[in-house]
């Protein structure tokens, strides 16, 4: 056997074999590769399959040095030509297609491999009860009709909250590296379409009520999934959101859109029990019990350069306020 019959075996495979003096290089192997596992030998001999016996020379232990001076050996003549050892290739990747990339997805990926590399993120998570949301929801759709998003409150609550923290609306200029305070309002809102994401924008979001906000991302979520979208309608923006919580995603970091300071990225809501708070002068068996609430993770990306801890935490805190009290976005 050569040293390539020896590759084939694992080391496990091979001192078995050698054990039992039998030349395992003959079977299929089930290992890495096709190479025989000490199970492929194990499994042989179960069954009685057939293996060639080892030769004397590859059963043979090693001659030890005897400690009495012997003669020297005749020198022995070198090879006229060099034995080469053969070792099979071995291939670890499997079947694969290239598919091409469509531009879109090449200027996506540039621009954000850009963000990760180029903009000093951080992040700040604050989650948020739900409980109103789905009440104000199911009030509306009974009594007026109207059909809203769990999505569309968070754009409306992000939009006053911006108004409330303008600091967190801004860009920064990629050539001078100055901040632009925005003083308009426009939210980009993520939409997967069959060729990928895509942004486009609600312009002056703050400015807008529900029914309004409803309306314009039906439209542009629609036409953005048949590629109609206008470039001034995609680009641009002065804050992003980005939603998975109707994936089953329950929290989640996005990657900040240059040039725009920063992105809300949220989860779906998921049943948590809520402890009570203490009340003084009540009894242990009169305390507030826990209680079962929908909670959200909301998590903000934003960019170091522009936007602080504090402002960020500022702006976390406002859009808590207007999400857990729906009633004030309807002011």
């Known amino acids: 056997r050569d040293v390539a019959d020896e590759f084939v075996l694992m080391p496990s495979a091979r001192h078995l074999s050698q054990s039992k003096g039998v ?3 003959v079977l299929v192997g089930t290992g890495k590769g096709g190479r025989v596992t000490k199970g492929d030998v194990l499994a042989a001999l179960a069954n009685g399959t057939e293996m060639p016996p080892l030769s004397s020379s590859a059963t043979a232990p090693a001659v030890e040095t005897a400690a009495t001076p012997q003669a020297a050996a005749a020198p022995v003549a070198a090879a006229s030509t060099p034995v080469v050892a053969t070792i099979p290739e071995i291939s670890t990747e499997g079947a694969y297609e290239d598919v091409p990339n469509n531009n879109m997805r090449k200027v996506i990926a540039k621009r ?20 109103e949301v789905m009440a104000l929801r199911k009030s509306l759709a009974s009594k007026h009709d109207v059909k809203v ?4 409150l968070i754009i409306r609550s992000s939009a006053l909250a911006l108004r409330d923290v303008p600091e967190v609306n801004a860009t ?3 050539k001078s590296g100055n901040l632009r305070a925005r003083d308009n309002i426009d ?9 990928g994401l895509i942004t486009p924008i609600v312009p002056n979001t703050d400015e807008k009520g529900l029914s309004e906000i409803t309306s314009a991302v039906r439209d542009l979520a629609g036409r953005a999934r048949e590629g109609k979208l206008k470039p001034e309608e995609y680009q641009g923006g002065t804050f992003c959101i980005s939603n998975l919580g109707m994936f089953g995603i329950d929290e989640f970091s996005a990657v900040i859109n240059p040039p725009q300071a920063a992105i809300l990225a949220v989860g779906g809501g998921t049943k948590r029990i809520v402890p009570a708070p203490y009340v003084d002068g009540v009894t242990k068996e009169d305390q507030p019990k826990p209680v079962i609430r929908t909670v959200m993770t909301a998590r903000l990306s934003a960019d170091r350069r522009v936007v602080d801890e504090a402002t960020a935490a500022l702006f976390m805190s406002a859009f808590k306020h207007y999400l857990s009290k729906p009633h004030l976005l309807m002011l």
């Open 187 to 195: 939210i980009s809102v993520a939409v997967a379409t069959p060729t």
């Open 23 to 25: 030349d395992a290089t």
């Open 172 to 174: 920064i200029e990629p």
């Open 112 to 131: 954000l491999t850009e963000s990760k590399r180029d903009v000093p993120h951080f992040y700040t998570s604050m989650e948020v009860e739900l409980d």
């Open 149 to 152: 998003s769990v999505n569309d």
